[in-house]
């Protein structure tokens, strides 16, 4: 294997349109020229632009599968998305930092998918917030930080003491549309969009995380990955008038 090729995994759910989840993130790594693997946390029935069914994959099925390319493969850096539970996302997160505590975490903090399907329901808080101290970047919409943490100031650049790194995407964002706010620990960081007359788009939000977990595979720091990511997501976006996009560097 190519030393220019570093290891990635995404853990995400299978959509057949293969607009969003692990098809969509295996297509932006290739992109990237980074080598990709997929773990499958559920089974779909979808497409762009309607939802009809969900089957999740057993966690223990999925910590089997984590624990084989772990051993095998050095990955470095890994994007969740879709998962069921925080239950089952805290047993993935540990997991990984136990066998890799060196490998980075991105999860994208799908609650609900554009077709309005409902993945995830934030009911303890005091997990989440467990969950948080190890995971590198989360990268949550608008409406997803107000359900994470309620009554966040979206207009504040401090961020909850538990979490590492935030990515606040700004396509919800009726004020600025298209701004992204990194926040880290000690910087908030302001990405312009360069185009913000973009097309709608089916899994954006999956393409910009796992863009982003490759550049920072790649080496790159996480403001530079975050930028570099969404040049990317905007170029897809800007592919074709339809919800499903194409891909390009």
Not at 100 to 106: D, P, Q, R, W
Not at 158 to 169: A, N, T, Y
Not at 196 to 208: A, P, Q
Request: glycine share 6%; aromatic share 10%; charged share 20%.
């Amino acid at each position: 294997m190519s030393k220019n090729r570093p290891f990635v995994l995404t853990i995400a759910g299978f959509d057949p349109s293969a607009g969003a989840g692990v098809l969509a993130d295996i297509k932006t790594f290739e992109q990237h020229r980074v080598q990709g693997f997929a773990i499958n946390t559920g089974n779909t029935i979808q497409t762009e632009n309607e939802f009809f069914e969900m089957q999740w994959t057993d966690v223990n099925f999925v910590l089997k599968s984590i624990a084989v390319l772990l051993k095998n493969y050095n990955i470095e850096a890994i994007k969740i998305g879709i998962v069921p539970s925080l239950d089952y996302l805290k047993e993935i997160v540990f997991a990984i930092k136990k066998k890799s505590s060196n490998t980075k975490i991105i999860w994208d903090t799908v609650l609900k998918s554009s077709t309005e399907f409902n993945f995830l329901d934030i009911k303890n808080q005091k997990l989440l917030n467990e969950i948080l101290t190890k995971i590198d970047l989360i990268t949550p919409n608008y409406n997803e930080m107000q359900k994470i943490f309620p009554g966040f100031n979206l207009n504040s650049n401090i961020i909850p003491s538990e979490v590492r790194g935030l990515l606040l995407k700004g396509g919800h964002n009726p004020n600025e549309i298209g701004v992204d706010y990194l926040h880290t620990p000690n910087n908030t960081y302001k990405l312009v969009p360069t185009n913000k007359d973009c097309y709608e788009k089916h899994g954006s939000g999956c393409v910009l995380s796992a863009a982003i977990t490759a550049n920072i595979a790649l080496g790159h720091e996480l403001k530079t990955a975050c930028q570099k990511a969404k040049t990317y997501t905007e170029n897809y976006l800007l592919s074709n008038p339809t919800k499903l996009g194409f891909h390009y560097v």
